[in-house]
């Protein structure tokens, strides 16, 4: 089966780039399953009702979060009553929502889970690794999909070696830059350290530049704002998994800019 995966979807412009990019790619490379990660999608902090129906009508399948999951006040409305966004399911305190999903495609289970990372996050969570092994050994799946949500390159590569061969998939989402380095590992884990955003591609990850450059020079503390002008970015990637032999190959990481 053909995945394909897309990084962060930034506000007004990473809409238009998954409007644009999505339901075309899906067509012309026959995408059986698609996992897009929303935690930005509505002004760039969050995502909404509408803005989530309108993820499902493009065609997707599931949808994962991270550190801004709950920052969208609307998502505490319809989170418990949907069935395909897959929140972090490393918080210490329990959330709403549901900490990993259950998918069938082509008569395989995929289990989706996604973990938030522990270096350079704002948020204290408990270890991915012991949360993810929890998952493993508690619920049965032909195919396991991980989104690491996390800041540092070294603990998703350590994270993605670690669990090499019995996660199928482990891509990290949060740094909103793809990172060159897609790949099977030894054990069959297919791995990219971050497939990046679909969004601005001339703020600084997403936010207005002139905003980030004077929090740097002047020590401001002006509110973020997303770039909503300029150059547009999808980033993503398509993993061919063989469900027979349970082996994946890259079929191609995207980073289309128009
Ligand atoms: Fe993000
Ligand atoms: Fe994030």
């Known amino acids: 089966m053909r995945i394909l995966i897309v990084g962060d979807v930034f506000s007004k412009l990473g809409r238009a780039s998954l409007e644009e990019n999505l339901p075309r790619l899906r067509q012309e490379y026959q995408i059986d399953f698609t996992i897009v990660n929303g935690e930005n999608t509505s002004h760039g902090k969050g995502i909404n009702e509408n803005h989530y129906k309108w993820m499902l009508s493009l065609g997707v399948d599931a949808i994962t979060l991270g550190n801004h999951s709950f920052h969208n006040k609307d998502i505490y409305r319809y989170i418990d009553g949907v069935n395909n966004i897959i929140r972090p399911c490393n918080y210490i305190k329990d959330k709403p929502g549901k900490p990993y999903q259950q998918f069938t495609c082509k008569n395989k289970t995929i289990t989706v889970f996604q973990v938030l990372g522990q270096v350079f996050m704002q948020e204290h969570v408990l270890s991915p690794f012991e ?45 909103h830059v793809q990172t060159n380095d897609a790949r099977i590992l030894p054990k069959g884990t297919a791995f990219i350290t971050d497939v990046g955003m679909t969004g601005p591609h001339e703020g600084v990850i997403g936010v207005e530049k002139e905003i980030v450059i004077a929090r740097f020079l002047q020590e401001t503390k002006h509110r973020f704002t997303p770039q909503n002008t300029g150059k547009r970015q999808f980033n993503g990637i398509i993993i061919d998994f063989n469900e027979h032999t349970q082996t994946s190959t890259i079929f191609q990481v995207l980073n289309i800019v128009e």
């Open 131 to 175: 949360k993810t092994e929890e998952i493993l050994q508690n619920v049965p799946s032909d195919i396991y999909i991980c989104d690491f949500h996390g800041e540092a390159t070294s603990e998703k590569i350590a994270f993605a070696h670690h669990f090499d061969g019995r996660i199928h998939i482990i891509y990290g989402t949060h740094t």
